[in-house]
């Protein structure tokens, strides 16, 4: 079980990475390729998920991730549509930092049946937004503000609130093809305030800026754009020094 692995993992005080991938941005014949290195990796586990791709096309790169991928594989939806059966587990998100009502509960709704009729391990999220320096994907297909950069304490109550309302995980994320990081001080006062893992994501590009969020208070850090411009760069945030070690 995925929950079960994490909460053993951040038990021993050890920290979880995992990559991104994007079907949009990804093409079919390359998937073996990146598959492969992601197996020769430390990576923990792989996400799956994309702002525009359409269910048939998600299920088709699913299939094919999960019978060649060896670590397991979670749906990082961006909409009802990328539900399928060809993955391990489904962050179930909530967009807590917004107030799309669409993405709080409406998309959840629509797609209840379907997620039911899995067998998927679900993972309730509370998805936030953070404001960067540039407008990404993420921001843009919300139509949600983010939370200012600056508001380290609406950031740490709206996590704590998403606690409270029986949320198991936290993401702070940046969106796809932030430059930065979420700052360090913003990642420690989430921290501070909840007890479920907290996960981190966006500009995340070098194993310094990984160390960082990590050092900061993430449990799990998310690793994408990095690695989608460059499948080898995966290894810049290998826990072992180098690809020919593996």
Not at 75 to 84: K, L
Not at 135 to 154: G, Q, R
Not at 204 to 227: C, F, K, M, R, Y
Request: glycine share 6%; with cysteine.
């Amino acid at each position: 079980m995925i929950k079960k692995y994490i909460k053993n993992k951040i038990s021993k005080k050890e920290k979880i990475w995992c990559v991104l991938i994007d079907p949009d941005k990804l093409h079919f014949d390359d998937v073996d390729n990146l598959i492969s290195l992601i197996n020769r990796s430390s990576c923990d586990f792989i996400l799956l998920g994309g702002s525009l791709i359409n269910h048939e096309k998600f299920s088709e790169y699913a299939k094919l991730i999960t019978n060649v991928s060896t670590k397991p594989v979670i749906i990082f939806p961006g909409d009802n549509q990328q539900i399928t059966k060809y993955a391990d587990g489904l962050f179930l998100l909530s967009l807590i930092s917004g107030r799309n009502s669409d993405l709080l509960i409406g998309q959840h709704v629509k797609s209840a049946f379907k997620i039911k009729a899995t067998n998927l391990e679900i993972l309730p999220c509370g998805y936030m937004l953070v404001e960067g320096d540039n407008l990404t994907s993420a921001i843009y297909i919300s139509e949600s503000l983010p939370i200012p950069k600056d508001k380290f304490d609406i950031a740490a109550a709206t996590a704590l609130a998403g606690e409270q309302l029986g949320l198991q995980f936290i993401y702070l994320d940046k969106g796809s093809g932030a430059k930065f990081t979420v700052q360090n001080e913003m990642i420690k006062s989430v921290k501070q305030v909840i007890s479920i893992p907290l996960i981190v994501g966006g500009g995340i590009n070098s194993q310094e800026d990984l160390e960082n969020v990590w050092n900061a208070g993430a449990d799990i850090a998310v690793i994408g754009t990095s690695v989608e411009k460059d499948f080898n760069n995966i290894f810049l945030f290998d826990k072992r020094s180098s690809k020919n070690e593996l």
